[in-house]
Each structure stands twice: as structure tokens, then as C-alpha cells.
């Protein structure tokens, strides 16, 4: 090995480390002082590892009652909003990959919504719900609603290679056979999609799980769990709050472990063949 | 049973391709083939008949009754696509009984049947078993199981055997045609196989451009070719084909100035393309044959017998013999005047004898 390829195995191993630092260390950090007694948190100079152990913000979190209602919020938000998003984007995407009008309007009307500021839509939104009767409402469904419109360019791309990849023969075999187009769609193209649709579902549970801005504005009092993670935060509470981010992270924590190779699979596919 | 009229259908692509103004007649328990090159319009057709593709103009009628796509049109047909188009996330019974299912058909008759429709179709696998765990001919039982469940009138088979192996095509192939025979069902059979095409039907259509070259038997396409199109795309080895001149005053026919002995037909052009099958050319001597002389330039083994490539002065010319022959010898081969097919080289049609 000569020097120059030295210096660059050098070169990447630095950047790597630096990658991985930058990612790690935050999280090292929350989960430190989620385990640090309040007065520790603060002293000066900072302590890399804390000196006292103590489970008391755990138990604060789970002590309390709105906390409770909010992951039970948060989770039924979530779940709700990735399965309108699903089918919603299950039918878009399946538009896109059977007709060239449908896609050139789809991408293009996906890709304008990806781009679009979303607090330009947040007032209008926020009254069209508060006229519908369901703002602040302490089921969510609001913003179910809401998330669940800004989740559909998501569930679209996502499932719009694996429509593409169904051959038409099938689609028109199910037609001839006696088949209806919903029927089609339902009992041939998303059975056959269902590892896209499930990686579909779990990007928009995601998506949901973590928005911070709509829920802040159209949850006020009803909340879900980042906005109450805010005002946690805002309020000094910063063993608490270190606890309830580290919570939140067990979903994606699952996802990543049990449907990773998966996830990798159907996130990539057909880009290449 | 019905008859199937297809009337002065027309349906044309950007791309220039399309079937343009054809009828035909498919009767009842008939086995017919739409056969020609790739591109002529024949999945088209097969497609329009479907219900798949609407027409630009003309109309198909089943039994009477008008209107391809239309509900009524739909449940007197079934199609087996070229790649069987099995839906893979079902079972293979689930495969076979979806047409029941979504007709709402009890349980106990469903079972009945599935079971029924797999045995005319000779399927022996499991029927718990996935398609993707069968081989092709397998499938290709699956498609058809399912196409017959229903007890459509007519079946529509779109190159379904194309993408197996040529043994199982063969097998398959006879048992198509008792299958057709047992069931008394309508086939309309596409291929670009001109052997499947002679081995499977009653009545063959051969198509060229979105337009029927010819219509009839096997034996009368093989024997009776009434274009030079028909003549080149049916038969194999394929048939050769010569200029010849004309003699002054009424005389017959010469190639390259060797006197082929043929009467030209009154009032044909000056110049007119002779075709011979090779396997009309034979090596046994005979009074009523003509004999040409050619040139063996090599031979290929058939199995059966030998192709032979020659020269006729300078003319290719192809000749299936049963004995072996050494490239380089001259050899004398003789044809039946009978057998030989005239067209005219302007129009590609048949002018005799």
C-alpha cells in the first residue's frame, strides 16, 4: 500500500468516525440525562458520566396523567393517518404506474406538495378544521387528517415501483376472469404489494409519530407527544423530557431492528435491477 | 354455444401498426389460429375479441349479442395469456376458483368445481401449492383449470405455449387439441408458430399487416397458398421461390434460361414467381417429372432427412431428400409440375394452377 491510498484509508476512517461521533453523541447525551438526577444536569463543569443513577424522571413520565393520554394519542394519530395515507397513496401510486398522464400530474403534484412550506398552509388548515368542528379534538382525528395529507406523496413513491412491477397480463387476466377495477385493486395489486405497502406504513407512522408543527398548532390542549416533549423542555423540566425523547425513539428503534433488511429492500427498489 | 362474428373491425396505432377493416367467423366448437409474423395485428385482434382493446370502428358479436367489453360479452369468454398471468400470492386452488368467487358461488360447488376443471386440464399437483413452486407446463394447466372453470364459450390462448421448451410445447400441444375436441369448447388461438399453428387448427387465418392474407384449412394454406406471403411464412424448410420469364408465343416457363416446362396461366405477366416446396423436390426419377440440375453446395441432417443447399445456375435452391448427398456433387432433382404454386411478382398474388 502506498502513501496516497494511506492517507486516504486515513481520510475516511477520520470522517467515518466523525459521522458516527455526530450521531451517537446526542444520543448519549439524552440517554445520560435521562438517568441523572435534576441538580447533576447542571453542575459545572459538565459531567461526561453521571455520578447518581435515579429512574425518578422515568416514573415522573409515566406518573403522568396527560402524558398517558398523549402516547395513547399519539399512537392512534399515527396508526390512522399512515392508513389513510396508505390506501390514499396506494391508489395514487397505482395511477401513476398504469397511466403516463396520471404519472406526469402525480409526480409532479407530489413532488410540488414535498416542496410546498407547510406552515403556508397551517392557518387555513387550522380554520377549515375549527369550521369542520374537530380542531383540538381529543381523539385527534384532526390531525389525523392533516398528517395524513402531508404522508401521502410519501406512501405514493414509495408504492409506486412496486405497482409498476405487477404485470399488466395479471391486472387484465383479473378483469377478464370477472373482476372489477376496486376489486382488482384490492385482492390482486395490494396483496402483491404488500411488502411495499407494509414499508409504506411504517414510513408514514414515522412521519406522524415525530411532526411537531401541526400538532403544536392544531392539538392546543389535546396534545400528542412532541409538542408535550416541547413544552417540557420549555419549562425546565430536562430530566423528564430526556426520558419522554428517549421513549419516543422505541418505535423507530423497531422498525430499524425487526424490518431493516426489509426496509432496505423495498426503500430502494427499483432503482436498479 | 354461439358463433363469434367479428365485422369490419379496424383499430390503428400511432405507431402504424393496428388490424384494419377485418371480418371473420368463428363457429361454435371450432379450433381456428390467427397466425403471421410478429407486429401483423393478431394479439390485436385476440385482444378486441377480449374486450381488452376497443375498436376504432366495427363490431364483434357472441351469439348474437353485440358489444365487446360489455358485461354479457365478458362472461361468454376466458383468455390464457402468454405468461399464464397466475396470480402469484394465490394458491393454486385460490388460482382456479377466483372467477367462481367473485360470482358468488357456494362453497361445495366451488370445490366441485376447481377439482373438475384441474382434472380436464390433467393438473395433479397439490392445489395448496403457489405458482411459483410449479414448473411451466404446470403452469400452463393452471391457466387453462382457471380459464375453463367458469365454462366460458369461447377460450382465447394468446402464444400460450410460446415461452415453454419445445418437448413440453409438442406434448402439450396434442393434448390442447383432445382437450378442444372433449370439451367441444370455441378456441381462438394466437401464434407466430407455423407448426403449432398446422398441428392445432380447424381453420387458420394468416394475417400480414393488420390485414387476413388467407383463410382455410391446414392442408389448403399449406397446399393452396393464395398469396406469396402465405407461401414463404407457412412450411418449413421454407419454400423456394424463382423468377421465371416467359417464352415467346406461349411458350412455358424458364429460370435463368433452364426450361422449367410449366404452362404460364392465360393472360399472366410477362414475368412470374415460381414456387416449389423442397420437399417437392426429389431425387427419384420420374416420366411426368421435370428434372433440374443443380449444384449440392452443403447439407444439413434433419433427423428424418437431408436439407440440401444448392445452386440452379445461379439461384438458391432448397430440396428436402431422404438420401445423403456429398457437398460439391451435381445432382438431378425432379418436381411435379402439379405441385408447383405461380404468383405474380407486382401483386404477390396466387395466379396458378
Given at each position: ?273 | ?342 404468383f405474380d411478382p407486382s401483386t404477390g398474388r396466387r395466379v396458378g394452377p
Amino acid at each position: 500500500m502506498n502513501i496516497r491510498s494511506r492517507a486516504l484509508a486515513a481520510a475516511r476512517f477520520a470522517l467515518s468516525a466523525f459521522v458516527i461521533v455526530a450521531a451517537v453523541l446526542p444520543l448519549y447525551l439524552l440517554a445520560k440525562q435521562s438517568v441523572t438526577p435534576e441538580l447533576e444536569t447542571f453542575a459545572w463543569p459538565p459531567h461526561w458520566t453521571p455520578h447518581h443513577l435515579t429512574l425518578a424522571h422515568f416514573i415522573s413520565v409515566f406518573e403522568v396523567n396527560e402524558l398517558r393520554s398523549a402516547v395513547l394519542r399519539s399512537l392512534g394519530v399515527a396508526a390512522v393517518s399512515a392508513a389513510i395515507a396508505t390506501l390514499l397513496g396506494a391508489m395514487l401510486a397505482h395511477a401513476m404506474a398504469r397511466s403516463s398522464i396520471a404519472q406526469r400530474i402525480g409526480l409532479s403534484t407530489v413532488s410540488g406538495i414535498r416542496l410546498l412550506p407547510m406552515i403556508a398552509v397551517a392557518i387555513p388548515l387550522g380554520i377549515i378544521l375549527a369550521t369542520v368542528g374537530i380542531y383540538d379534538s381529543p381523539s385527534g382525528i384532526g390531525l389525523a387528517i392533516v398528517h395524513a395529507a402531508i404522508a401521502i406523496p410519501t406512501a405514493a413513491l414509495t408504492l409506486y415501483a412496486a405497482f409498476a412491477a405487477i404485470p399488466l397480463e395479471i391486472e387484465e387476466a383479473a378483469w377478464i376472469d370477472g373482476a372489477s377495477p376496486i376489486r382488482i385493486f384490492l385482492t390482486i395489486d395490494l396483496p402483491m404489494a404488500r411488502a411495499s405497502i407494509a414499508t409504506a406504513l411504517i414510513l408514514c407512522f414515522i412521519l406522524s409519530w415525530d411532526e411537531f408543527g401541526f400538532a403544536l398548532l392544531v392539538q392546543q390542549t389535546n396534545r400528542t407527544l412532541p409538542p408535550l416533549l416541547y413544552y417540557y423542555t420549555v419549562f425546565g423540566n430536562v430530566g423528564p423530557a430526556s426520558a419522554l425523547a428517549l421513549l419516543m425513539m422505541i418505535p423507530a428503534v423497531c422498525v430499524v431492528v425487526a424490518l431493516g433488511p426489509a426496509l432496505r429492500g423495498t426503500l430502494t427498489a427499483g432503482s436498479s435491477r | 354455444m354461439a358463433d363469434l362474428v367479428v365485422r369490419n373491425l379496424t383499430r390503428s396505432f400511432p405507431s402504424g401498426g393496428g388490424v384494419f377493416d377485418i371480418s371473420l367467423t368463428v363457429q361454435s366448437g371450432e379450433f381456428v389460429v390467427l397466425l403471421g409474423p410478429s407486429g401483423c395485428g393478431k394479439t390485436t385482434l385476440l385482444r378486441m375479441i377480449a374486450g381488452l382493446e376497443s375498436p376504432d370502428s366495427g363490431e364483434i358479436q357472441i351469439g348474437g349479442g353485440n358489444g365487446a367489453g360489455k358485461a354479457a360479452h365478458r362472461e361468454s369468454i376466458a383468455m390464457v395469456f402468454q405468461n399464464f398471468a397466475l396470480y402469484p400470492h394465490m394458491t393454486v386452488f385460490q388460482n382456479i376458483s377466483f372467477p367462481l368467487r367473485l360470482r358468488r358461488v357456494a362453497r361445495e360447488e366451488v370445490e366441485r368445481r376447481v377439482r373438475e376443471s384441474a382434472a380436464k386440464a390433467g393438473l395433479t399437483v397439490d392445489l395448496k401449492r403457489y405458482p411459483r413452486e410449479l414448473s411451466g407446463g404446470e403452469r400452463q394447466r393452471v391457466a387453462l383449470a382457471r380459464a375453463l372453470v367458469r365454462e366460458p364459450e369461447i377460450i382465447l390462448m394468446d402464444e400460450a405455449l410460446a415461452s415453454l421448451d419445445a418437448q413440453l410445447r409438442s406434448s402439450l400441444r396434442l393434448e390442447l387439441k383432445d382437450f378442444q375436441r372433449r370439451t367441444g369448447r370455441t378456441f381462438v388461438y394466437v401464434t407466430h408458430d407455423q407448426v403449432e399453428a398446422l398441428a392445432l387448427a380447424d381453420r387458420l387465418v394468416v394475417m400480414r399487416k393488420g390485414r387476413v392474407e388467407q383463410v382455410g384449412g391446414p392442408q389448403e394454406i399449406f397446399d393452396r397458398p393464395q398469396s406469396e406471403f402465405v407461401a414463404a411464412f407457412v412450411g418449413n424448410p421454407p419454400m423456394n421461390f424463382f423468377v421465371a420469364k416467359r417464352a415467346p408465343n406461349g411458350g412455358s416457363l424458364t429460370v435463368d434460361g433452364i426450361d422449367f416446362k410449366i404452362r404460364p396461366p392465360e393472360r399472366s405477366p410477362a414475368e412470374i414467381k415460381v414456387g416449389i416446396r423442397p420437399n417437392d423436390l426429389s431425387m427419384e426419377a420420374d416420366e411426368r417429372r421435370v428434372a433440374i440440375e443443380v449444384v449440392v453446395e452443403s447439407v444439413e441432417f434433419s433427423g428424418a432427412t437431408y436439407v440440401v443447399y444448392a445452386k440452379l445456375g445461379h439461384t438458391s435452391i432448397r430440396a428436402e431428400v431422404s438420401r445423403r448427398v456429398e457437398a460439391g456433387a451435381h445432382l438431378t432433382l425432379f418436381f411435379d409440375t402439379a405441385r408447383v404454386h405461380l404468383f405474380d411478382p407486382s401483386t404477390g398474388r396466387r395466379v396458378g394452377p
